[in-house]
C-alpha cells in the first residue's frame, strides 16, 4: 500500500453492498395485525380466497390437518375457532396447497444450473411437483417418468447393491405415523437398519443427554404445564421466529402468575413483547410483555451460566439446608448428587461470569427466583444442541431440575421445542438407526421375518458415507415422492456432570 497522501483510494465497499443483504431496525413487538396482513397475502396470493380459507379453517383442528410448520402442540380444549395457527403456519400451508404446479414443461425450460442459482425460498413459490421426475445421467435437465418406472429404477439400484447396508434411507419429521411405521417396516425388510432422519441434525443430543439422565429422551411435559408453572427457562430457543404459537402459551403463563427468564445471545423480539390479533388488545397494538428476565449470554456460555447459577444456589444451600434443593426428591430418586456437589465446589466463579458474560448481580437475581421455586419448566432449542458439549450442556439443565425436583409433577419438567411437526412420532414408530432390541424382536413376532440387528448410519455418518463413495443407494424422502406428552418414568442413571 503506499504512503502517498496525495494519492486517492476508492472507497471501502459497504457490507449492504458487497453481499445484497439489506439491514433495517429491528421489529418492537411480534405478530399483531401486520402479522394478520402478511399471512393473508401469502395464503390468499397462493391458493386464491376460496381454497385458502378452506385449508386455514381446517388448520390445527380437530377433525382438521396439522400444520407443517412447527411442533408446538395443540390446545386439548381451548383451541381457537378462528384461527389456531401462525404467520409461519399460514406461510407453510400456502406453500404445501398451492395452485402452482412444476410439469415436464417447466423441468424442460429450466436446467438443473439454472435451478442451483435459486434460494430455498425462490424454488419454493414456484410451485409444487405435479408428476414423478428423474434426472438422466448426464444430462442437465429434470424429465417425467411414471410411478411404475420410477420404483422400478429405484428396485433396480437396491437389487444391485452388495449388501442392504450400501443403502441409506432418509425421511424427515414431515411424515405422518402411518407412512412412517410403514417405511420403516420396508427398510428393515429390505436389511439394513440405515434410517437416519431429521431428529439427527437437530434435537439428537437432547434425546441423548435426557435418556442418559432420566430414561427418557423426549420431553416431559404438556401443554398445561405451562399454565401451572412459576418459572419459564428459555435457552437457546427464538419462539417469536420459529414457533410463534408458543407465545400464546407464555403469555399465558404469564397472566397465570409465571416468571419467564430468556437467555440467549441476540434479542429476540418475541420474547420480549406479544401482540396477539385475536384480542383486542393485541388487535389495538398494545403490547404484552412476556420475559421478565434477558440473560445475553455468550455464544456457547450457556454451560458456564448454569453452572454459576447452581453454585450461587449451593452457596445458599449450605446457609440454609433444604431451603434451596428439595432434599427428599434427590434423595429417594436421583443418584451423584455428593459427585456433582464437589464438582460445583471445585468451579471458580469468576470463570464462570466471564465465560457467560453475566454480571454476578443478574446471576444472583436468577438464582434467587429458582432457589425460591418449585416449579420450573426449562425449554431449549438448536441454540443449545448445536454445540460440541450440546449434550453436556442439556444435563446440566436436567441437573437444576433435578436439584429442585422439577421433574415428574405438574407444572415442572422438560421441554426441547422441535422444529418439525412429527419427529417424536416418527422415532416412535421406528424411524431410527439404533432401535432397541424390544422392538426389533416384536416385528420379527409380529411380521415374521428377522430385522437387521445392526446399528446404522446416523445422518452425520450419511453424509460421509456418500461422499466417501461407501453408500451406493441415497434415498430421500423427497425422491420416492411419498405424500408428505406425558410425565415421564423417572430413571435417572447418570447425574453427574461430564465436563
Known amino acids: 500500500m503506499s504512503n502517498d497522501p496525495e494519492k486517492s483510494y476508492p472507497e471501502p465497499t459497504s457490507p449492504a453492498k458487497l453481499t445484497g443483504l439489506k439491514t433495517s431496525s429491528p421489529k418492537k413487538v411480534a405478530a399483531g395485525i401486520p402479522a394478520v396482513i402478511s399471512s393473508a397475502k401469502h395464503v390468499f396470493g397462493e391458493m386464491g380466497l376460496g381454497r385458502g380459507l378452506k385449508a386455514l379453517a381446517n388448520l390445527n383442528q380437530k377433525g382438521g390437518i396439522d400444520c407443517p410448520g412447527c411442533a408446538w402442540p395443540d390446545p386439548d380444549d381451548e383451541r381457537s375457532a378462528i384461527a389456531e395457527y401462525c404467520e409461519n403456519g399460514a406461510k407453510a400451508i400456502a406453500e404445501e396447497a398451492t395452485t402452482k404446479k412444476l410439469d415436464a414443461a417447466f423441468f424442460a425450460k429450466n436446467s438443473v444450473s439454472q435451478l442451483s442459482m435459486l434460494s430455498d425460498y425462490e424454488i419454493g413459490k414456484k410451485g409444487r411437483l405435479a408428476e414423478p421426475m428423474y434426472l438422466p445421467e448426464g444430462s442437465d435437465h429434470y424429465q417425467e417418468i411414471s410411478w411404475e418406472g420410477a420404483f422400478s429404477k429405484i428396485a433396480k439400484h437396491l437389487n444391485r447393491l452388495k449388501s442392504p447396508d450400501e443403502a441409506i434411507f432418509y425421511t424427515s419429521g414431515r411424515t405422518s405415523n402411518e407412512a412412517a411405521f410403514l417405511y420403516q417396516l420396508f427398510v428393515r425388510e429390505y436389511g439394513t437398519n440405515n434410517m437416519p432422519d431429521c431428529s439427527n441434525m437437530c434435537h439428537e443430543s437432547s434425546g441423548v443427554a435426557l435418556t442418559d439422565t432420566l430414561g427418557i429422551g423426549k420431553g416431559s411435559v404438556k401443554l398445561v404445564d405451562f399454565y401451572e408453572t412459576e418459572v419459564i427457562l428459555i435457552l437457546g430457543q427464538n419462539p417469536g421466529t420459529n414457533h410463534p404459537r408458543m407465545l400464546s402459551a407464555l403469555k399465558k403463563a404469564k397472566e397465570n402468575g409465571a416468571t419467564i427468564i430468556s437467555i440467549n445471545p441476540i434479542i429476540e423480539t418475541g420474547l420480549l413483547n406479544f401482540n396477539n390479533p385475536q384480542e383486542i388488545k393485541g388487535a389495538l397494538g398494545i403490547r404484552s410483555k412476556l420475559t421478565d428476565l434477558y440473560l445475553q449470554v455468550k455464544i456457547n456460555g450457556d454451560m458456564a451460566l448454569l453452572q454459576a447459577l447452581v453454585k450461587l444456589m449451593m452457596i445458599e444451600e449450605d446457609k440454609r439446608p433444604g431451603a434451596v434443593c428439595d432434599l427428599d426428591f434427590i434423595k429417594e430418586k436421583t443418584r451423584g448428587f455428593e459427585d456433582y456437589l464437589t464438582h460445583i465446589r471445585t468451579l471458580d466463579l469468576n470463570n464462570l461470569i466471564a465465560e457467560c458474560g453475566i454480571p454476578l448481580q443478574t446471576l444472583q437475581r436468577v438464582a434467587n427466583i429458582l432457589g425460591n421455586t418449585n ?29 429442585k425436583g422439577s421433574i415428574g409433577k405438574p407444572g415442572a419438567g422438560t421441554c426441547p421445542v422441535r422444529g418439525h411437526s412429527n419427529v417424536q412420532g416418527d422415532r416412535t414408530m421406528g424411524i431410527y438407526e439404533k432401535p432397541s432390541q424390544s422392538f426389533l424382536d416384536r416385528l420379527e413376532k409380529v411380521f415374521r421375518f428377522n430385522p437387521p440387528r445392526k446399528h446404522g448410519f446416523d445422518t452425520v455418518e450419511s453424509i460421509k458415507a456418500m461422499h466417501s463413495g461407501k453408500a451406493g443407494c441415497f434415498l430421500p424422502w423427497a425422491v420416492i415422492f411419498f405424500p408428505q406428552p406425558q410425565i415421564p418414568y423417572l430413571r435417572q442413571r447418570h447425574f453427574k456432570n461430564a465436563t
Open 375 to 403: 416449579k420450573i419448566i426449562a425449554c431449549w432449542a438448536m441454540g443449545l444442541t448445536q454445540h460440541k458439549n450440546s449434550v453436556n450442556t442439556i444435563k446440566e439443565v436436567v441437573n437444576l431440575l433435578l436439584l
